[in-house]
Structures are given as structure tokens and as C-alpha cells.
């Protein structure tokens, strides 16, 4: 009998083991390769971030440097001037030469702390140039905020009945000062003055220049007077209680025309 002996085989290699050890490492590799590049990703946005910042911060510290302001949203703009300042006439009330090539013409109210504040502005422009600027005054009383003003205006103009409207325009301004305005303290600066004080107690009690106190604030707000003080150089408006140098810029400028 033959028996013939059959070298062993050997154990063939799982395929399927092989091929998950491999891909297990492709997906560990693939995973470590996603994260690598998620953070390289991030770390490259947050140094931009901080460059812009950095960018940001020069720019706006330049700007400060140099005077820029940011711009801020821009406010409702008041009505366009619908007529021109009304003509000086012999029925105003005028300061300094009356011939001056310019003319101060000034929208003001006696209880308006910020006509008190522009007053030596304008006091110190008659005094540099006596020959060249002349001041005409116009009532514009803000009678919502400021209740005695219509009264004063209109005191002034029963003092000018006998010749006394800047005295009493200048009294009244002190009296602002010292904030004692009232009918009261009119009557009584009328009596220092030396006018006929029933004449003007009866024309201040009466109302009498009520409408022209009235008709000049309407036609300063067609003018575009929007507050007080608010002055025309020669037709050119400068608003608020500026400083004396910015309004003797604008009177220079005219009388360099």
C-alpha cells in the first residue's frame, strides 16, 4: 500500500483583515491631515483678523491726529430761505456810521442768554471799525422758551418814541444779566432814563408795537433766521454767538470786495 505524503499548506492571509488595517490607517490619516489643515485654516483667518484690526486702529488714530472726525449721519435740514433780509430803512434802529460799507444786521432776543454772550463781539467790531460797520437791530423773541422777550422788544420800541431804543436796548441787556427781567423793571429803567413814564406805560401796556415785533421775527424766518443771535454781514449769514475773530473774518472779507 502507498500512502504519499502532502507537504502542509500554509494558512492563506486574511483579505479582508489586510484591507481594513489599511484603510484603517488612510482614514486616521485623513482625519489628522483635516484637522491639520482646519487649524492652519484658523490660525491664518486670525492673523488677518488681527492685521485688519491693527489697520483699523492706525487709521482711525491718523484721522484723529489730523483733524478728521468720522461723519455722522446727517440731520433733517431746516427749510431753504424763502426772501432776502428786508432792506435797511430809516425806520430801523441803527448803530455806528450810518453810511458803513457793511452792515451788521443782527436778529436778537433780550432774553436769550446766548444774544447777551455775542454782544461784545459786536460791540468790539463797531469800535475797531467806526468807519466801516454799522449794526441795525431786529427783534426774533424765541416766546416759546423765552416768555418775557416780547415785552422787552416791545419796550424798546416805546423808548425809541422818545429817543432812548439803544439805551433801553443796553438796559435790557443788563437786566438779562442779573436776570430781573419783568414789565415791571421796564417801567422802572424808563423812569432812569428820564423818559415820560405814563406815555410809556401806556404804549408798552397797550401793545402798540406788538406787530412789528411779530412782523420782523416772520421776516427773519423767511430770511432763514432759525435761532438767536443770527447776524447778516452784508447779506451773509452768521448764526450763533461766535467768537469776535471769526465775525471780524467775515467783515474783513467783505470789505475786501
Known amino acids: 500500500m502507498f500512502i504519499k505524503f502532502l507537504k502542509p499548506m500554509p494558512a492563506p492571509v486574511s483579505v479582508s483583515k489586510a484591507s481594513s488595517e489599511k484603510w484603517g490607517m488612510l482614514n486616521q490619516n485623513f482625519v489628522l491631515g483635516l484637522v491639520s489643515g482646519v487649524a492652519i485654516v484658523a490660525l491664518v483667518g486670525f492673523a488677518l483678523l488681527l492685521v485688519q484690526r491693527g489697520d483699523s486702529e492706525k487709521t482711525a488714530k491718523t484721522q484723529q491726529g489730523s483733524g478728521v472726525v468720522a461723519v455722522q449721519p446727517t440731520q433733517p435740514t431746516q427749510p431753504a430761505p424763502s426772501a432776502a433780509v428786508p432792506a435797511v430803512t430809516d425806520a430801523d434802529h441803527i448803530r455806528g456810521n450810518v453810511n458803513a460799507p457793511v452792515t451788521l444786521v443782527e436778529y436778537s432776543d433780550f432774553e436769550c442768554p446766548f444774544c447777551l454772550r455775542f454782544l461784545p463781539s459786536v460791540e468790539q467790531a463797531l469800535q475797531e ?116 475773530e471769526t465775525l471780524k473774518s467775515v467783515i474783513q472779507s467783505k470789505l475786501a470786495q
Request: with cysteine; proline share 3%; net charge negative.
Open 129 to 244: 471799525y467806526p468807519n466801516d460797520v454799522r449794526l441795525v437791530y431786529r427783534h426774533f423773541p424765541l416766546t416759546s422758551i423765552h416768555p418775557e422777550a416780547q415785552k422787552a422788544a416791545e419796550a424798546t420800541e416805546c423808548a425809541s418814541e422818545q429817543g432812548k431804543f439803544w439805551e433801553m436796548h443796553d438796559k435790557i441787556f443788563e437786566a438779562d444779566a442779573a436776570s430781573n427781567m419783568s414789565v415791571a423793571t421796564w417801567k422802572q429803567v424808563a423812569g432812569d432814563l428820564g423818559l415820560d413814564t405814563a406815555t410809556f406805560a401806556t404804549c408798552l401796556d397797550s401793545g402798540k408795537y406788538a406787530n412789528l415785533v411779530q412782523q420782523q421775527t416772520a421776516d427773519g424766518q423767511a430770511a432763514g433766521v432759525r435761532g438767536t443771535p443770527a447776524t447778516f454781514v452784508n447779506g451773509q449769514l452768521v448764526s450763533g454767538a461766535v467768537a469776535y
